[in-house]
């Protein structure tokens, strides 16, 4: 039974764009389904329209049951610059009014899984990018998603960083049973991340390959996952 279906969903802008033509696919609860694509080809679009931010023209977004409580991480942090690393965090919950003491003791948790106990007082300035992203994501999962959406959220991050954030990610996901749907250009990262990768076509986008990846987890230095990436790289790579 999947947690929500895209039905031949069309998005065109007021200039013109059609940033989106006769887009399908479903996504099962607790999958990580990447969406891989060259810059332009409307993944961030169809992010927008799996939050509800914006509304297809045409197709249907169907939900098995009520939308589920969601999270967002982009690719800046967008962190609140005069405010500290726990207030940070708890900002999904001050708005949802969940009393201060409570809130702190949340978001505090949610930055110890993301190891940044002891920086709660830090202020953004003093963090650095992958710390920064540390704080965003910390901020999503302390609101208890049960579905999170990334878009592109370590694509300015080096490689280090990328790759440790990769690993956390992935843990604290399957930890909490969230369904990740995950916006990337990196055939690296949707091969290492995903258990399925949607490859999508030039604007306007559409899927134009659905690629299952084996479970379990990857092993960078291994021929099998070179193979992984050689596999979701010729599906992106292939003339359109
Ligand atoms: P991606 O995330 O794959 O890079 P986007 O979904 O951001 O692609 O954009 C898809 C296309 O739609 C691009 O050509 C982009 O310029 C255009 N686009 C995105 N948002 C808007 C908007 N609000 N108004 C007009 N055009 C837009």
Redesign the pocket.
């Given at each position: 039974m999947s947690l929500v279906t895209l039905t031949g969903v069309a998005k065109r802008?007021?200039?013109g764009?059609q940033?989106l033509s006769d887009l399908s696919f479903a996504i099962a609860p607790g999958e990580f389904v990447s969406l891989l694509?060259?810059?332009?080809?409307?993944?961030?679009?169809?992010l927008r329209l799996i939050a509800g931010l914006i509304a297809p023209d045409s197709g249907d977004i169907h939900w098995n049951g009520a939308r589920p409580e969601t999270g967002f991480v982009f690719q800046e942090p967008t962190l609140m610059p005069w405010a500290d690393a726990l207030t940070n965090a708890r900002l999904a919950l001050d708005l949802k009014k969940v009393p201060r003491a409570q809130g702190n003791a949340i978001a505090a948790a949610a930055l110890t899984r993301l190891g940044l106990k002891g920086f709660e007082s830090a202020m953004p300035r003093e963090l650095s990018g992958g710390m920064k992203m540390r704080v965003s994501i910390a901020r999503a999962l302390a609101a208890k998603p049960r579905l999170l959406l990334m878009?592109e959220p370590f694509a300015a991050l080096d490689e280090i960083t990328r790759a440790a954030l990769n690993d956390d990610l992935l843990a604290l996901a399957r930890e909490d049973a969230i369904t990740v749907i995950f916006?990337t250009?990196s055939v690296v990262e949707s091969a290492y991340l995903s258990d399925r990768v949607l490859v999508?076509s030039p604007?306007p986008?559409r899927v134009r390959e659905e690629i299952r990846l084996p479970s379990g987890k990857r092993d960078r230095m291994s021929p099998a996952f070179g193979e992984i990436q050689a596999r979701v790289a010729r599906a992106l790579m292939v003339p359109a």
């Open positions: 802008f007021s200039n764009t940033a694509g060259p810059s332009g080809c409307g993944k961030s679009t169809a878009d916006v250009h999508m604007r986008g």
